[in-house]
């Protein structure tokens, strides 16, 4: 505890000569990718980074529209998968019985590519945003399912047997011990669910769509548009970065207690 | 009458290889008592505090506490565990606080109570922490607080001074032996370690092997307020501790031909 602040100018620095050569590498990168683009590769294939630059500033309107709309798509679908996936991870996990019925099933369907299923959902719900809201709430959900089933099934017997000899009835232990012990597991769950949402709505946009980053992509290969096609992908990049970063860093918050116990 | 009655407590775990945890155990303890109970793993000790707790129902038998047969867990006794069992989500305050919150005590009151029971066992201005930032003789500590926040009148230990390294142990050992002393409450211990069994005791009992039965029942009429450490140096400890020895050494042997 005391030694923190003491180590605090020491750690900085070598923070600081962590960033410097994470700098130099994405430097390097974008250098080796800038030659490649412009002398050895194929224009077709590589656009170098200065070119995709400048698309980027030409067509930001467009790209905002683009990224507004798969944002809104990934969020609704995240949303719905969140609240399914919670709701039935915490009923499976409070009733032994359904769970042990239902593992199997689960466990299958966790391992079968869901994804295949976006073309059936784009049958159903239409080219618009609907089926791309419905991939990802399938999608999304299972792994928060398995993950609050995994807490639960994690939770320290002795932590329940010390609430009940306090005197805690079955839903006072679900609050104080459960709820709680799962959650890194949750937090876990809905930042896996959450990349996994975004798949779903970039590949369902890319078999058929009006709009979307996936679209962008897909229909800047059609037409042989690659400096496009890579505005989209360093746009989706950027995102799921951003994205899982967020999440990361808002698990850290919660978790403390999760995190520092280990050290 | 006695506060605690057991009367030929059986537990038998059903399974694929039933296991007998307990077979027709009697004991009665007294108002004020502090008992140990010692024998060698698997006996069953650890079985007869959870049914003492209401945390497991007897196969057969009874277990009464104040005349009363044990229906689930209740304010008269409390429970300390080997592993601590701190929610590690909560402070050294809110754990503490915790039984008094699920009666929902009001807040204030919580608090005021919890700052005694801190200051029991010597835990004043580590309110704010969380249990990974305290040693192992803390978090116990925590432990031991926590369980005698409801007053309880019996305490229940099970092996709770075994995750300890020797010296925090024989400290901590004399802590609780003071405590006990200015609340009077009844204490049932359950330990491997000889010494402490009958250092810290009124009554050692003697488990045979699994299946669980009271081999024998030792009073230590050692002197009052006795010293953990200095205690284990007079000749009468020596002979009770050569006296219990002969006989958990049996079942001690026994229970490793099993295992």
């Given at each position: 505890?005391t030694t923190a602040a003491a180590a605090r100018p020491g750690l900085w620095r070598r923070d600081g000569a962590l960033y410097l050569w994470r700098g130099v590498v994405f430097v390097a990168i974008l250098a080796l990718w800038e030659l490649a683009g412009r ?225 | ?259």
């Amino acid at each position: 505890m005391t030694t923190a602040a003491a180590a605090r100018p020491g750690l900085w620095r070598r923070d600081g000569a962590l960033y410097l050569w994470r700098g130099v590498v994405f430097v390097a990168i974008l250098a080796l990718w800038e030659l490649a683009g412009r002398y050895w590769v194929n224009p077709v294939f590589l656009s170098p980074p200065s070119v995709v630059a400048g698309r980027l500033v030409a067509m930001r309107a467009d790209l905002a529209r683009h990224t507004a709309i798969t944002l809104q798509e990934v969020l609704t679908g995240f949303a719905i998968a969140a609240t399914w996936g919670i709701l039935a991870g915490y009923v499976l996990g409070a009733n032994r019985t359904v769970e042990r019925v239902v593992e199997p099933f689960l466990a299958a369907f966790y391992a079968v590519p869901i994804i295949a299923i976006a073309p059936l959902l784009i049958l159903v719900f239409g080219l618009g945003t609907r089926s791309k809201v419905a991939t990802a709430a399938i999608y999304a959900g299972l792994p928060i399912v398995v993950n609050v089933v995994t807490g639960i099934k994690n939770v320290d017997s002795v932590l329940i047997k010390a609430v009940r000899s306090l005197g805690a009835g079955r839903a006072q232990i679900f609050v104080k011990v459960t709820l709680p012990a799962s959650l890194p597991y949750l937090l876990a769950g809905l930042r896996l669910g959450f990349t996994l949402a975004l798949i779903a709505v970039i590949v369902s946009q890319m078999l058929a769509a009006y709009a979307g980053l996936g679209w962008l992509v897909a229909y800047a290969a059609g037409t042989f548009r690659t400096p496009d096609l890579y505005v989209g992908l360093v746009a989706l990049g950027a995102l799921g970065m951003l994205a899982n970063e967020g999440l990361r860093r808002l698990e850290y918050r919660l978790m403390r207690w999760h995190y520092e116990r280990g050290r | 009458m006695s506060l605690i009655a057991v009367e030929g407590l059986t537990k038998v775990f059903p399974g694929a290889t039933e296991v007998v945890a307990l077979d027709g155990v009697s004991l009665t303890v007294d108002e004020g008592e502090f008992v140990s109970l010692i024998g060698p793993s698997g006996c069953g000790k650890s079985t007869l505090l959870h049914i003492l707790d209401g945390l497991e129902t007897a196969t057969a038998g009874r277990a009464l506490v104040a005349g009363r047969p044990v229906d689930g867990p209740g304010p008269d006794r409390g429970m300390v565990f080997q592993e601590y069992a701190l929610l590690p989500w909560r402070t050294v305050q809110a754990n503490v606080e915790l039984g008094l919150e699920l009666r929902r005590v009001p807040a204030a009151e919580r608090r005021r109570i919890a700052a005694d029971r801190l200051a029991l066992v010597g835990l004043q201005g580590f309110e704010g922490r969380y249990p990974h930032e305290l040693s192992g003789g803390m978090r116990q500590r925590v432990s031991i607080a926590r369980a005698l926040t409801l007053q309880p009148r019996i305490l229940l230990m099970d092996e709770p001074f075994a995750n300890l390294d020797a010296q925090t142990r024989l400290l901590l050992e004399d802590e609780l032996l003071a405590i006990w002393q200015r609340t009077g409450q009844t204490v049932l211990f359950v330990t491997h370690d000889l010494a402490e069994a009958i250092a810290m005791a009124d009554r050692v009992v003697i488990f045979t092997a699994r299946p669980g039965r009271i081999k024998d029942v030792v009073q230590v009429r050692l002197p009052r307020p006795r010293d953990v450490v200095r205690v284990r140096t007079t000749p009468e400890f020596a002979r009770l501790y050569d006296h219990v020895w002969t006989q958990l050494r049996d079942e001690v042997l026994k229970s490793r031909e099993v295992a």
